[in-house]
């Protein structure tokens, strides 16, 4: 089996777009994580969900538990709100890219090593130019395996 | 809002089951991650969905991409076959115990700040005294803040 038969499309966000909006996108979407592509759709970031969690979170309550323990819940529920106007470029700009992605071709050993290594549940696959094809999730992959191998 | 309020029940594993029944019990649960508990019913480890597949991955092929291009799709197929009765316990004992647990009084910050800062898209929520009560995944934290907060 190839990755191209079990990418799936997804929806993506770019550097533009608000931290508010790509949450959003990734909760209703039910992803774990969140593909950010340039203009010409090639992926420039692929983010586990925690990752685009913790561009929700500021850095003050990230690094500081006995801080965040000290936050009473009524403001703990809207935390937030606090995120106004942060793209995703804002805050990718102080990490690393990180383009997880796998050929059209990848077999689902190379998914799982790639997602293993990287501890990304999510991985784009892409065509011979980088262009996004799809997304392969973690969940996807497991039930693949599963459906070849229905002894274990 | 407090962890107890939005914590569910979720299957567990232990050091003792196999690697192959820990990923067979993430895929059909659809879960994020696993919570692996002592003989007390009190966690030991919270593992991210990718630490569960890198158990399910021969260490080789995880650490040299090289050689997962050079598998055929075929063996790439099965590549999980290989592997027999590892436990759980087995590919721990090279782990340093991650316990990524709150309280049932913890607010969704804390929640929030604790799977961003751990990198793990599951919780393990637990009582006074150390015993799993429930899970909270990262999507159930991301619907309940876009529920708290719909105009975003």
């Known amino acids: ?6 990418a799936v499309a997804v929806p993506t966000v770019t550097v533009q777009d608000s931290v508010a909006r790509a949450v959003r996108l990734m909760a209703l979407s039910r992803l774990p994580g969140l593909i950010v592509v340039d203009a010409r759709g090639r992926p ?19 690094e500081d538990p006995a801080l965040v323990r000290a936050i009473d819940e009524a403001h703990a529920d809207i935390f937030w709100q606090e995120l106004g106007n942060l793209t995703v470029g804002d805050c ?11 050929g059209l ?4 050993l190379e998914v799982a090593a790639l997602m293993s290594r990287q501890r990304s549940p999510l991985v784009a696959v892409v065509d ?19 459906i070849l191998d229905p002894d274990i």
């Open 128 to 146: 011979q130019v980088g262009v996004l094809v799809g997304a392969i999730t973690l969940d996807r992959l497991l039930t693949r395996l599963a």
């Open 92 to 102: 990718l700009l102080r990490e690393p890219a990180r383009v997880i992605t796998v």
């Open 1 to 6: 089996m190839q990755a191209r038969q079990i």
């Open 44 to 62: 420039r970031n692929v983010l586990p969900g925690t990752q685009v969690l913790q561009m929700a979170v500021p850095g003050s309550y990230r």
């Open 105 to 108: 071709d990848g077999t689902l």
